[in-house]
């Protein structure tokens, strides 16, 4: 039993809301996001970063010092051993997170009573999804999504905003569809340039977003918390 780890950033305070924890980054993601900044990530045959027995040695090193392990991507729901090692994790007694783009509606109801709160990825509206996201399905994210937030798990819906998978316009839907099915703390993301991109969008149709107060106004006004996060 193991899952394939791509990395690890051993120390983060932004990446599990209120916990001191670190980051296993899972290898191996089957969509294709045209802004993706893990692309190293994506390929499941690609070279492990670690084993997951090293992984545990720093694990015993860090008991009493983190809260809690964020399992990310590449995407962790398509690590067949994901509930074995989170379980591993959680006995050792860290509170899990994890984020996901929602691709295993069985595998997210398995872990789902190991987990503290969850950051989901919902890249677009759900009747474009399938068109702006290779190999993604809109059904499965949904579903996914709609276990969270009748689940007592914390949640942060996020999107980022490329304005090649989502429009201003497509943003207020989801947002309002996102706030109708409970959703309460949503973030929308800025698009950063990866240095390997070759027809990144334009610049101003990425910052259009965040000029737009009218919008930002009424995205503020559908949540509890709405959280703003720009590149730097
Ligand atoms: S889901 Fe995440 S890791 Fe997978 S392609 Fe999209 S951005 Fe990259």
Redesign the pocket.
């Known amino acids: 039993m193991t899952i394939t780890i791509g990395g690890v950033e051993p120390f983060t305070t932004v990446d599990f809301p209120g916990r001191l924890a670190a980051v296993l980054f899972c290898l191996g993601?089957p969509?294709?996001?045209p802004y993706?900044h893990?692309k190293e990530?994506?390929d499941f045959g690609g070279k492990p970063f670690i084993s997951w027995e090293t992984f545990i040695e720093f694990l015993e090193s860090r008991k009493k010092l983190l809260d809690g392990i964020v399992f990310s991507?590449?995407?962790p729901l398509a690590q067949p051993d994901l509930y074995e090692s989170m379980k591993i994790v959680k006995d050792a007694g860290f509170e899990i997170g994890l984020h996901t783009?929602g691709v295993n509606v069985e595998r997210l109801k398995q872990i789902l009573p190991l987990l503290t709160w969850v950051g989901f990825?919902v890249k677009t509206v759900f009747n474009a999804y399938e068109e702006r996201i290779p190999h993604s399905r809109a059904s499965t994210v949904e579903a996914c999504l709609d276990m969270l937030i009748a689940s007592p798990v914390e949640l942060e819906a996020r999107t980022t905003l490329d304005p090649r998978v989502i429009s201003k316009e497509e943003l207020k839907r989801l947002a309002r569809t996102l706030a109708e099915k409970g959703v309460e703390t949503y973030a929308i993301q800025e698009y950063r340039l990866h240095p390997a991109e070759e027809n990144p969008p334009a610049e101003t149709d990425v910052k259009a977003f965040f000029a737009d107060t009218e919008l930002l106004a009424e995205l503020k006004s559908l949540f509890k918390s709405f959280i703003i996060r720009r590149a730097s």
């Open positions: 993601c969509l294709r996001c993706c893990n990530l994506q991507g590449g995407e783009s990825d």
